[in-house]
């Protein structure tokens, strides 16, 4: 193979795994068990492509290797595929129960990181009502010996923004955007696009993933 552009995002990089291994790397929908070893038969096929390096290829598999559409997909009795998407074995009890483990784990901490943006928000929002609750006293009791009442001026509200949910194909990587978590949409900066899982780092310093549903524009 012959290539002069460099990959590095690691998005692009699995964009064309899925292009050059369909049988093997499946973009959508249910993924496939990868053979064992099979960043070596990796390594060797994609020896002469300078696209991408051995490096950034570990990363993407990885990632590939790590999602919840992968975890999910490792079934017992399910066969493992080479590159080709030939059957390479079926999935041993003890990976299969790994897999599981490792799903949960990351449901947990994913779910953690939700009611924590969520507390977090519920705060935010609360402040503000607490201090319009409370007056200062001087100013209270000069309002009792008040003779007379001016009549209170209206209050100027700032124009509503009509914040809408967006599309994914709107979305990219350094965006400013808001998360809808809670009663208020949290700002934040998109910093990773992995297909529809959408991960942004709050400005509150939480990061979170979200689908492009929940992001608002």
């Not at 390594?43 to 991408?52: F, G, M, N, T, Y």
């Not at 784990?105 to 924590?116: F, H, I, L, T, Y």
């Not at 209270?140 to 009509?162: H, L, T, W, Y």
Request: charged fraction near 30%; proline fraction near 5%; hydrophobic fraction near 40%.
């Amino acid at each position: 193979m012959e290539s002069t552009e460099k990959l590095t995002d690691t998005n692009a990089i699995l964009a064309y795994l899925y292009e050059t291994f369909p049988l093997c790397f499946i973009a959508e929908g249910e993924a496939k068990p990868l053979k064992i070893g099979l960043f070596q038969d990796l390594a060797e096929r994609l020896a002469d492509d300078s696209k991408v390096s051995k490096t950034q290829l570990r990363i993407a598999i990885r990632r590939y290797t790590n999602s919840w559409r992968y975890l999910k997909a490792l079934k017992e009795g399910v066969q493992r595929v080479d590159l080709d998407g030939n059957p390479c074995g079926a999935l041993e009890a003890e990976h299969v129960e790994h897999a599981q483990k490792a799903l949960k784990e990351s449901q947990d901490k994913a779910r953690a990181r939700r009611q924590e943006v969520n507390k977090a928000a519920g705060k935010d929002e609360q402040k503000p009502r607490d201090a319009a609750k409370r007056k200062p006293r001087a100013k209270a009791e000069f309002a009792k010996k008040a003779v007379g009442k001016k009549p209170a001026a209206k209050k100027v509200e700032a124009p509503a923004v009509n914040l809408v949910p967006a599309e994914l194909s709107q979305l990219s990587s350094g965006q400013k955007v808001n998360v809808k978590l809670g009663a208020t949409p949290v700002p934040g900066v998109i910093s990773d696009i992995n297909k529809e899982d959408i991960q942004v780092q709050l400005n509150t310093g939480l990061t979170v993933k979200v689908k492009a549903e929940h992001i608002l524009l």
